[in-house]
T-cell receptor, first 111, second 108 residues
């Protein structure tokens, strides 16, 4: 298995632009998580899905953030409009319920 | 209060030393426990699960004390390649709570 796949690996964008991050979980994993990591705040859970259904989005910072999982093999995290304080590494992780497997992350820089 | 608390370090130890990391968690309903390792600019990767009876994997030993809500990781005979950030993780109802990590640097 290729593991969790994320794209793009790096994204540099200007403030106000829309950013879409993509994730393909490990086949057979029914949970998918989106995290954000910064030096100041560490790893923060944004939202997680079970069987493609959002279960807890209380970690989503504000309405500028949205996430979807249209099928078992694909999820997106969208930021619109982006702001400099959104600069971070965004990780996607999947699991069957025990240990999580992380993707390589998307390093987002908003200027 | 944070769900998981760790001493951020940094821990700087010489090669061959033994080093221990500790972690406390706040939710007594926590179900499973893990140590993850994260290298610089990389994703977290599972190092080992932590069981109530304690478990060992080579030079690594993990222990759990449910009564005190405390998890530990012991690394014996430290190698340069052990330099990384070690994250304590607790699973509560399918949510995973991560500590902020403890930074370890092993010095030649």
């Amino acid at each position: 298995d290729a593991g969790v796949i994320q794209s793009p690996r790096h994204e540099v964008t200007e403030m106000g632009q829309e950013v879409t991050l993509r994730c393909k979980p490990i086949s057979g994993h029914d949970y998918l998580f989106w995290y954000r990591q910064t030096m100041m705040r560490g790893l923060e859970l944004l939202i997680y899905f079970n069987n493609n259904v959002p279960i807890d989005d209380s970690g989503m910072p504000e309405d500028r953030f949205s996430a979807k999982m249209p099928n078992a093999s694909f999820s997106t995290l969208k930021i619109q409009p982006s702001e400099p304080r959104d600069s971070a590494v965004y990780f996607c992780a999947s699991t069957t319920g025990d240990e999580q497997y992380f993707g390589p992350g998307t390093r987002l820089t908003v200027t | 209060r944070k769900e998981v608390e760790q001493d951020p370090g940094p821990f700087n130890v010489p090669e061959g030393a033994t080093v221990a990391f500790n972690c406390t968690y706040s939710n007594s309903a926590s179900q499973s426990f893990f140590w993850y390792r994260q290298d610089c600019r990389k994703e977290p990767k599972l190092l080992m699960s932590v069981y109530s009876s304690g478990n060992e994997d080579g030079r690594f030993t993990a222990q759990l004390n449910r009564a005190s809500q405390y998890i530990s990781l012991l690394i014996r005979d430290s190698k340069l390649s052990d330099s990384a950030t070690y994250l304590c993780v607790v699973n509560v109802g399918n949510q995973f709570y991560f500590g902020t990590g403890t930074s370890l640097t092993v010095i030649p």
